[in-house]
Structures are given as C-alpha cells and as structure tokens.
C-alpha cells in the first residue's frame, strides 16, 4: 500500500533524527495521519506520549519535559487527586478496591496511565495501597480481607502502577511480585472469577485478562533480573495467549463465550484487556515480529477511520476523571493503537 498523500513528515526531519526506514512499514499503513492531532496542547498526557514514543524524543527535548509537566495541571489527574481524602486514599479506607472505579486501587492505576509524575499526594495513595491492600498472610495485594480477593488482574495492575511511580524496589513490591510468580508458575493463570463454579476450585480457568496484566508487570524488569519463577510466568503468560487466535480470542472462559470487551478498545482499562494490550505486551516481552499476530493487527487497522483516527469504544462507569465520549474519535485509542503498530514493524 503506497504512503497517503497528505501525510506529514512528523517522523523524517532532523530535528527529529528519525530515519525513514524505521517507520515506512507502519506508516502506510495509516489512512491519514493523526499525528498533528495527538500532539495539540490540550491532552498532555497524549502529546508526552506521542513526544516519547512515536516521534522518539530524547529525555532532555524541552517539549517532552514541557508536556511531561503538563500532565499534572490537565483535567483528568485534576479531577482524580481533587477527589482524593488527605490520608491518601478514595471514597473510604478500606482495601480501595470497591466501588469500581473511584476506590484507591483504581486511582493509582489511572494516574500510572495518564503519565502522573510522582507528587506529595500520589506518594500517599501509594503508601496507603502498600499498606491496606496488601495481605501478607497471601503475601499478595488483594481486594478483600481474604484470599479469595487475590486476584492476578488486581496484582499485576498495581504492581506495574507502584513500579511507574518509583516503587518497584520497595519490599512488598518485591514480595508480591516474587508470591504472583511462584502462584502461576504453579498453578497457571487459574483465576476464580473466571470460573462455572467460584465455590469449586477445581473448575478455576485460565484468565486471559489476568495474563495480560501480570506479564504487563513482569515486563520492564530487565531479563537477567528476572528470578526463576518469573521467567516461568512470563513463559507461560507468552504460550497462552499464543495458544489462540488473538483476534478470536476463543480462550477459556466460565461463561463459555468470549467477552464483547476484547473487541472494543478503550481508554483506561480496568480489570478487563482488549486486543490491544495483548498486542502490545507481546511487543514489550520481544515477539512483535510474531506472524500469528498479523490477523490481530490487520483486526486493528481496520478500525481506524478515514482520518487515520480509532474511536472510544468502551469507557469505564463512574469514573473521577472522563478520558472521552464513547463512540466518537479517541486521543487515546489513537495512541495505543499507534504505539503498537511502531513497535510491531
């Protein structure tokens, strides 16, 4: 497919010393470009990103540093730390897991997403995630007293959040990330919520979501840092979701059909993952150059719209902060979805 027409050179210049090469495979793939689009001024959050990784600018490019501090003045982290009790915590000091979205695990996650650097207020919300969601009997983050509420979804999530907000040293970020390895180098991906009968663990499956999520975590640690058991869990988390066609998503499920949510992309995503992110931390682990993603990245493309642009198709209920309006183009889905076709080629 030739390159469109009224593309512009954003990835060619000097300034931006990026070679032609590296880009044309994914580049024409696109409609149009949406470039000039992520990078207006009004989502910092998408301009930092589309700054860092599509364009590829250095640390110390000032408009980087410029739309990196940006992000703490934008909308959405505003409304998210405005809502925000001063001992660190949302709605109500409790493990922070209910109600979906506004308790304090979900904070912390969006925050991570949205780029938040590190402030007075997010160092509390993390040590108070550190201390009540954690359940040291389990040696796991859980949303419940118990561990019945010792969810991999729940685990890899914050764990990759704590990490992007300096944590990742801290003990019992350590001791979680060590006990959610060693759990699914034992016992797989097995997840109760993903089961016909939660009461009868023997009819556990194997969660796709939780896969992500975890392998999410497991990914920025470099590989010769990786201990035994995380190696392990990262092998497995790999082998299933290769075991399915990542744009049929037949996995196991308790309901036996394959969630809708797979299929629509959205901006942020909670317990649940989407085509998208699979795809992505594929990426992140070294297989982009997989042929048995190519029906899953031809399943992307064909999505975007006219103007090179991907819709909000999901958005999560009751939420502090808005990220878009359904069904209309999306800064965010945009990025996702250009960020991994750059690292796919």
Known sequence: MSTPRHLSPW???EDHRCRRETI??????????????????????????????LLRRPPDDSQLQDARAAIMASDSVREILKAQYPQGYWVKPDRGYSPKYRATVWQLMFL????ATSTEAIDRACRFVLEHSFLPEQGLFSATKTGTGT?????????RALGHFGYSDHPTVKTVTEMLAAQIATEGYKCLANAPDRSKRETWLPCVWGAIKAL??????????RSEAVKEAVDQGVDFLFSRDLSGAEYPGGTGQVSPLWFRFGFPLGYHSDVLEALDVLAQLGHGAEPRLQTAVEFVLEKQDSEGRWSLE??????????????????????RA????????
């Open 11 to 13: 990835l060619v210049t």
């Open 24 to 53: 044309k495979d994914w580049r024409d793939k696109l409609r149009a470009d949406p470039l000039p689009w992520l990078l207006e001024e009004d989502n910092p959050s998408v301009r930092y990103f589309a700054l860092r990784d």
């Open 112 to 115: 991570s997403e949205l780029g």
């Open 151 to 159: 969810i991999i979804c729940l685990n890899g999530n914050l764990l």
């Open 216 to 225: 999410r975590a497991f990914a920025p640690i470099p590989d010769r840092e």
């Open 314 to 335: 999901h958005v999560l209920d009751r939420a502090w902060a808005r990220f878009g309006r359904k069904g209309e183009p999306s800064k965010w889905v945009t990025l």
């Open 338 to 345: 250009l960020t991994i076709l750059s690292k796919l080629s």
